[in-house]
């Protein structure tokens, strides 16, 4: 599903010209004008900095293309809707942020009315399901792997497709 992630990043990047244009979307209510901001790619002594906690493969690979994205920073009839959809911490947030947890979670992004998504290392390093369910849910894990559910995040255009 890497590959998948990268095409999807890549398509979000084309589409916005790299986050500067915004686009439209049809979701609940009416039609949405969408920004996504994009980050630099993560540095190799970035990625160094994350080695102390297992962390899966495709999470390392969306850090390579970009360290931290905001997801549908929304507008509906002109008016800003308080912030993205989606921020995907930077490694500097991702480790600023871990202080305030357990060893084991990892806290990787932020959903808006929500709350924040973990990698739990501790189960991902036994092979279960790691990735956290938001907020007070967070002792639910997705079915997911990290790319397969931010694919999926990015196809459902920032709705809680799991709750469908």
């Known amino acids: 599903m890497e ?3 990268a095409k999807t990043l890549n398509g979000l990047k084309e589409i916005t010209s790299d986050g500067d244009k915004a686009f439209n979307i049809v979701n609940v209510g009416g039609v949405f004008e969408e920004r996504v901001t994009f980050n630099k790619p993560a540095t ?4 160094k900095e994350l080695n102390r906690y297992h962390l899966p493969s495709d999470y390392y690979e969306f850090l390579k293309i970009t360290n931290g994205l905001s997801l549908f920073e929304d507008k509906y009839e002109g008016i800003t809707l308080g912030g993205a959809v989606c921020q995907i ?6 480790l600023k942020n871990k202080a305030l947890f357990d060893e084991s979670w990892v806290p990787i992004l932020y959903l808006r009315d929500l709350g924040t998504i973990f990698i739990n290392d501790e189960r991902f390093q036994q092979h279960q399901n790691y990735l956290s369910y938001p907020g007070i849910e967070a002792d639910k894990y997705f079915k997911y792997s990290f790319s397969d559910w931010l694919v999926h995040f990015i196809g459902c255009n920032g709705n809680q497709f799991w709750a469908l």
């Open 3 to 5: 590959k998948m992630l």
């Open 44 to 47: 190799l002594s970035e990625l």
């Open 89 to 94: 911490y930077s490694i500097k947030m991702v």
